[in-house]
């Protein structure tokens, strides 16, 4: 056997690639629909909260800060734990699937409230005072005027830490979630063949990167043609 | 009703420690133009921010066109429709085109179908001379073109009284023309208006009333010609002597 026969035999072995193909794609699915979770949840309560924080009301940004500051610190993998095995403690006992999405999106949600806060405070003050100075209320001027000025300095640097977070659905695989890492890692134990790992990797590959090259497109459509 | 348009009466501002207006009062007439000058920090944006209180006055009352408001009562959003403000920086909307900044307040505030609020738009538009340019964004907009799209969104929602601060201060010498063009045209239809301005020629043929402004105190006030020519104060005529040698 030559080198390069020894190779493919351990990372491109066809047999036990199609035998564990079908979990793999069952991985795929379930990756899917934890990212997806993650992004539409997180960012939704991102955006909320810097809704909120815009009232100004005292008190409430201050928690704002520190709930936002706290999950910006900590290691997702760390929330993910304290999740799946603290939370029984106090007798709630979500799953592994539950524990990640909720930590992710905890996560997402801190940064992209950081990254709408910055946008709307970026928006000049002109703006506010020639819609407020129209009739426009408070939150008329928030959503026609302000939002859609603080959208487009948002979408670069949210898209970019919208992926960076669902790849941590990977992350998954320490609280026995069935994506895609899990799958393969569990399918290389079983088959003492590492190739299902590449086709792990392969799939993750096929999944974000489209999204990346997206949001790569999105961002050059975007620059300022002021 | 002939009372004034605007009656703002002892009103004070203070920024913290500042105190920026110290107890002024602006009565402004049915088609008056009151022109506003002083030397920079003297109050006079403030003042202006105050009538429609975008600013909120420390002390006074400030009525307009029989409205009260500074009254908790007030819609202020509906009072704003009647005060037209246009910004030394123009502020348009920087995402909508000239007739979408047009627009925003009619359908938002005054309820207008997007029908009217586009048929409203285009007349004034029309009435500032850019007729031609509904379809484009301020960012293909000379400085001159994007104020007087300003002073079209004012404009548009028919309001009782107008407020310029320095409007053509931000343009280049050879866009204010139009701009002033724009603005005596207004004066001549018989709208209200309170200009803050250094436009002197201005202030001489197109003011009924010129006010003296100074560390937050109206000094004098009289017809431009004779602020100009004589003021009796030594703060005013210290203060045009300088804008007189620019
Ligand atoms: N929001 C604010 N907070 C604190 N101080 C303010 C604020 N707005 C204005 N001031 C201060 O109030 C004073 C009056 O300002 P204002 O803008 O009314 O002057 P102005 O007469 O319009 O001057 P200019 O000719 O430079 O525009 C200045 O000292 C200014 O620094
Ligand atoms: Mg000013």
């Not at chain 2, 001379?129 to 293909?140: E, I, K, S, V």
């Not at chain 2, 004098?220 to 005013?236: N, S, V, Y």
Request: aromatic share 6%; net charge positive; proline share 5%.
């Amino acid at each position: 056997m030559s080198s390069w026969e020894r190779f493919a035999e351990t990372f491109l072995n066809t047999k036990v690639m199609l035998k564990y193909l079908p979990d793999i794609l069952s991985g795929v699915v379930v990756t899917i629909e934890l990212a997806a979770l993650v992004v539409v949840t997180g960012i939704a309560a991102g955006l909320a909260l810097a809704l909120l924080r815009s009232l100004g009301i005292r008190p409430l940004n201050w928690l704002i800060v520190v709930v936002v500051d706290l999950f910006r610190s900590l290691p997702p993998l760390v929330v993910i734990v304290l999740i799946y095995f603290g939370l029984p403690s106090v007798d709630l006992s979500p799953s592994g699937f539950v524990s990640t999405w909720l930590s992710l999106a905890f996560v997402l949600m801190a940064f992209s409230e950081e990254i709408f806060w910055a946008g709307i405070t970026a928006v000049a003050r002109g703006q506010w005072e020639a819609a407020r100075s129209t009739g426009l209320s408070f939150g008329q001027t928030l959503m026609s005027v302000v939002l859609p000025q603080a959208f487009r300095l948002t979408i670069p640097p949210l898209t970019n830490r919208t992926i960076a977070i669902t790849k941590g659905t990977a992350l998954g695989t320490v609280v026995a979630v069935t994506e895609i890492l899990g799958q393969a890692s569990s399918a290389m134990s079983n088959s003492y063949n590492p190739s299902p790992l590449l086709m792990g990797a392969l799939a993750y590959i096929v999944l974000f990167f489209p999204v990346v090259v997206v949001a790569r497109w999105v961002e050059t459509r975007l620059a300022w043609k002021r | 009703m002939n009372g004034p348009i605007v009656d703002a009466r002892g009103l004070h501002k203070h920024f913290g420690a500042l105190h920026v207006l110290r107890g002024v009062d602006l009565k402004v007439a049915e088609r008056e133009l009151v022109f506003v000058i002083g030397p920079s920090g003297s109050g006079k944006s403030t003042l202006l921010r105050c009538l429609n209180r975008l600013e909120e006055p420390s002390a006074g009352r400030v009525v307009v066109d029989g409205i009260d408001m500074l009254d908790p009562r007030t819609d202020i959003n509906h009072a704003r429709q009647r005060i037209g403000m246009v910004f030394q920086s123009f502020n348009l909307y920087p995402h909508m085109t000239a007739l979408g900044n047009v627009t925003l307040a009619l359908r938002k505030v005054a309820g207008k179908s997007r029908a009217e609020a586009d048929a409203l738009g285009r007349a004034a538009l029309e009435r500032v001379g850019l007729g031609d340019r509904a379809g484009h964004t301020p960012g293909q907009l000379s400085g001159g073109q994007q104020q007087r799209v300003a002073i079209a969104r004012a404009i548009a929602l028919e309001p009782r009284v107008m407020l310029f601060d320095e409007p053509t201060s931000a343009l280049d010498p050879e866009l204010v023309g139009s701009v002033l063009e724009v603005m005596r045209s207004l004066r001549e239809s018989g709208m209200t208006m309170i200009v803050v301005s250094h436009e002197m020629g201005f202030a001489r043929n197109a003011a009924d009333r010129v006010v003296f402004m100074d560390e937050g105190a109206i000094v004098e006030e009289g017809p431009p010609a004779a602020i100009f020519a004589k003021p009796t104060h030594e703060r005013t005529r210290a203060f045009i002597s300088q804008i007189q040698r620019h």
